[in-house]
């Protein structure tokens, strides 16, 4: 009898180790172990991303009008022109003799209706053909006036005061008229010419502050505003053309490439989460050991950090990716 008993007690007290086991492996094994991070309070920013080029708010290209050999270099890069200045000139040879051709032949003509005219007048011809004279006449004019401005044509003139920004030919290169030549602008003030995505366009307008980097300075980041958008869009490539003005001060130069990200809204004192925390539009609260599954509502999403408009409060614990077989009420332990 009494062995019996010692025995019940002994399978008894086998029984409460196991479950004592059973329950701490459970703890350490059985419940994931998870990383957590804080709800805090902090800036947060919603831009718009742009990349574009930077160029002169005034400056022109000049091309050609007719295609023709390059005969003379007549401004450089760097040069100051003004407005009519000569820039480059085409062979026009062949046009200036036929202008000359012209004029001799015009100068006949109106001998030739000096003449008739004063016949006319004595009555010895007819007033009919005093007008073919004439007529004849008028028309070798128009000719050499055609004919001049087609030598006009062969010369490239600057469409406005301000730097050769830019030269591109040689003496002896063909010209044609799809070939920018000349860019000539102000070096300053400067703008971005960027490209905004359709989608994004609504949220952009003029005095905005634009984010700016460029390669050529690596790690610093520039500011610069919105100054005009584009009434039309571009249909093929769905993007708004928007000008970036930069101060007088800007490093930038002109033909850079840059990236810009147009501050839309800025939320100061925002409620942030790291972004690890969010799966699917819902986080983990941790409370008493284990976890609430909360939706929440996101907004500004940044570096490593999103913004929670709706769902959370300051101070509160969630989970930092949550593993997959995780659900509301789950019990967790905290990694060490």
Not at 214 to 229: K, M, N, Q, S, Y
Not at 302 to 317: A, H, P, R
Request: charged share 25%; with cysteine.
């Amino acid at each position: 009898m009494h062995r019996i008993r010692r025995g019940f007690i002994i399978s008894t007290i086998l029984l409460v180790c196991a479950i004592l086991a059973f329950g701490l492996f459970q703890r350490f094994y059985g419940t994931p172990a998870v990383a957590v991070g804080t709800v805090t309070r902090g800036p947060a920013v919603e831009a718009v991303y742009a990349s574009g080029t930077v160029e002169p708010v005034s400056w022109a290209k000049v091309q050609p009008l007719t295609t023709g050999r390059i005969a003379s270099l007549d401004a450089f890069e760097g040069d100051e022109v003004k407005a009519g200045q000569v820039l480059m000139r085409l062979d026009d040879r062949e046009l200036r003799a036929a202008v000359a051709q012209l004029e001799a032949e015009s100068r006949f003509l109106k001998s030739e209706l000096d003449r008739v005219s004063e016949l006319a007048r004595r009555g010895v011809t007819t007033s009919q053909v005093e007008e073919r004279a004439r007529s004849q006449l008028d028309q070798a004019l128009a000719s050499i006036n055609a004919a001049r401005q087609r030598v006009e044509d062969h010369v490239l003139r600057a469409p406005m005061d301000g730097t050769v920004l830019r030269r591109d030919g040689e003496l002896g290169e063909i010209a044609r008229p799809d070939d920018i030549l000349f860019w000539i602008g102000r070096q300053s003030p400067l703008r971005i010419e960027a490209e905004v995505d359709e989608e994004d366009i609504p949220l952009v307008a003029p005095g905005q502050t634009a984010l700016i980097k460029a390669d050529a300075f690596a790690g610093r980041v520039l500011e610069g505003a919105v100054a005009d958008i584009t009434p039309k869009g571009d249909p093929v490539n769905k993007s708004y053309r928007v000008r970036i003005g930069l101060p007088p001060d800007t490093p930038l130069m002109i033909g850079m490439t840059v990236e810009s990200n147009i501050v839309v809204r800025r939320e100061p004192s925002a409620l942030l989460v790291p972004q690890a925390a969010l799966t699917a539009g819902h986080v983990f609260v941790v409370k008493d050991g284990s976890v609430e599954r909360r939706p929440v509502v996101v907004g500004v999403v940044g570096q490593g950090v999103v913004e929670i408009k709706e769902g959370l409060s300051d101070g509160e614990t969630v989970v930092l990716d949550p593993p997959p077989t995780l659900a509301d009420g789950s019990a967790i332990r905290l990694k060490r």
